[in-house]
């Protein structure tokens, strides 16, 4: 039984009101244009509301304002102490207001509210504590320069960071950037995806009753190819923190160096391998996470495991534990406890996804295809569906399909493994399964990702760095090393 039934949800959104308007300098207001774009329910069609479409004359009215908060100081200057008790109160306020965060992202982009109200809404509180409780740990550093010299290297916040998230985790992936961006005294512009800007508009209410001063923090809803691009291409910004695709990542690159050569980080794109040895005990375990690391969040998750590679001895018996293990990933009504999976994000997000099926049957063997969850008035649910690629070099075994979509690929030995692992354009995160220690520690070296689970799937803490290499991009976000991203080093040099 989840925090409420499924009633008590319903009854609950009846109650819920939307902030539809751009928060811009401390207040909530429309686009000059007064354009707005539809904010559609995915999993049933629902007209939730209008919201404020802004495009370049919004993003210079928030750059001005972001700019005057923090040269004034307000924000900037105050002591990292200071920011902190600010940023905790907003992290409390969000636990406050946890059921109309988890109601936001469920019903703007599909997901089931349970996961919402137990992972996702606690996991963004967690992390602005976390990253807000860290700030007045950072010392700065005096460099062993020679006799009456003294160089202080201070760490100073860059000025106006823009932020560019997607829809997959709406709230978490706010915070997982303007945490660090507020707590190192930097001002913010957000731009939450097209598909889901509710939550942020929310935290921006939060942000006022927080203590943080007008014009430091702010949203501007809006699509990508506008208000996105407006953000990369302006030459009042100083850094630019993108969660995205890779394709657009890349966009972000030429729009800095076609502007003002701002900084620019990349959370972007990943196909994650996960390595199942035969030295691993218990395949039933190792099958189920890896249905979990597959199907959680309708596979709509940048690290997802969807390239299940499993050594030849344990195929049989694995596939068939992992096929069982998918049949608890079954789609349902996002508003309904039980729902291990909603619906994917839209009908274009479907229709992509159901073709990389479709084509997938044409190259591979279609091993399952979880039974389906059918609401009429739309076709944005997509069951769990497994395919079996012998060399693993299949489309579908090579692009990410953002989706509850996983190829089982079978390999023969350690080298054949880490080969077929690293065999990819993304690095972000992989799995390994093995009981035999030196095979774990031997593998996690050879494969070239950003975190490495052995025996777990998808480790995350506000403790650890996240982020990739190779396409799937740079830069670090959670952790102490988040704070990189939105600083920069400064020496101050003094003889006496
Ligand atoms: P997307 O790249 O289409 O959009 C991401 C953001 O970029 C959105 O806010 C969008 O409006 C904006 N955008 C789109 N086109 C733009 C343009 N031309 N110029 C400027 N901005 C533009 O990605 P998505 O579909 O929202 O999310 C899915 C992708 O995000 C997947 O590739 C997934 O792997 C990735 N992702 C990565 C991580 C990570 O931490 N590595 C986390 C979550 C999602």
Redesign the pocket.
């Known amino acids: 039984m989840g925090k409420h039934s499924n009633k008590e949800w319903l009854d609950l959104k009846k109650k819920i009101s939307f902030h539809d308007k751009a928060f811009i300098g401390g207040k909530f207001c429309n686009s000059v244009s007064e354009n707005t774009f539809e904010c559609i329910n995915p999993s049933n069609g629902e007209m939730l509301t209008n919201v404020a479409n802004c495009d370049d004359t919004d993003v210079e009215r928030a750059v001005n304002v972001s700019r005057s908060a923090f040269e004034s100081g307000k924000w900037s200057d105050l002591s990292p102490s200071e920011r902190k008790n600010r940023l905790l109160k907003l992290s409390r306020l969000i636990m406050d207001n946890i059921d109309e965060f988890a109601l936001l992202d469920s019903l703007d982009m599909g997901k089931p509210v349970e996961d919402c109200v137990s992972i996702d809404v606690p996991g963004a509180a967690g992390i602005l504590q976390w990253t807000a409780e860290s700030i007045d740990k950072v010392l700065d550093e005096i460099s062993p320069t020679e006799k009456r010299n003294l160089a202080i290297v201070k760490r100073v916040p860059l000025g106006v960071v823009g932020a560019?998230?997607?829809?997959?985790?709406p709230l978490d992936?706010a915070i997982?950037k303007c945490a660090p961006a507020l707590a190192t005294g930097n001002s913010i512009i957000l731009?939450?995806?097209?598909?889901s800007p509710l939550s942020a508009l929310k935290l921006a209410e939060l942000s006022i009753e927080a203590g943080i001063p007008d014009g430091v923090f702010n949203v501007l809803p809006?699509?990508?190819?506008?208000?996105?691009?407006a953000?990369?291409m302006h030459n009042g910004i100083d850094c630019v923190a993108?969660?995205?695709?890779?394709?657009?990542?890349k966009?972000?690159l030429e729009?800095s160096s076609l502007s003002n050569m701002k900084q620019i980080w990349?959370?972007?794109?990943?196909k994650s391998p996960n390595l199942i040895f035969n030295s691993c005990k218990n395949l039933k375990v190792a099958a189920e996470m890896a249905a979990q690391g597959a199907f959680f969040n309708q596979g709509?998750?940048?690290?997802?495991n969807s390239r299940i590679l499993v050594q030849k001895e344990i195929l049989q018996e694995f596939t068939k534990l992992f096929v069982n293990a998918s049949n608890n990933w079954l789609p349902g009504d996002p508003l309904n406890p039980n729902s291990k999976i909603g619906s994917l994000?839209s009908e274009e997000?479907a229709t992509k996804v159901r073709d990389f099926i479709n084509n997938a049957k044409n190259d591979v063997e279609l091993i399952h295809e979880g039974s389906q969850f059918n609401n009429s008035n739309v076709s944005t649910f997509v069951p769990p569906t497994i395919f079996k690629d012998i060399n693993g070099k299949n489309k579908i075994s090579k692009d990410?399909v953002?989706g509850p979509v996983a190829s089982i690929i079978p390999f023969d030995s350690q080298e054949d493994a880490i080969k077929i692992a690293n065999d990819t354009v993304y690095g972000?995160a992989a799995s390994v399964w093995s009981d035999d220690l030196s095979e774990a520690h031997y593998v996690s070296d050879k494969v070239h990702a950003g975190t490495i689970s052995v025996n777990a799937m998808d480790a995350l803490s506000p403790m650890t760095p996240?982020?990739?290499f190779k396409q799937?991009?740079f830069g670090k976000?959670l952790s102490i090393h988040s704070f990189d991203k939105y600083t920069g080093l400064k020496t101050v040099w003094i003889k006496y």
């Open positions: 560019v998230i997607p829809w997959n985790f992936m997982w731009k939450p995806a097209e598909q809006g699509y990508g190819h506008i208000t996105g691009k953000i990369g993108f969660t995205g695709s890779t394709e657009i990542g966009k972000f729009y990349l959370e972007c794109g990943g709509e998750v940048c690290s997802a994000v997000h990410e953002f972000l996240f982020g990739g799937s991009g976000d």
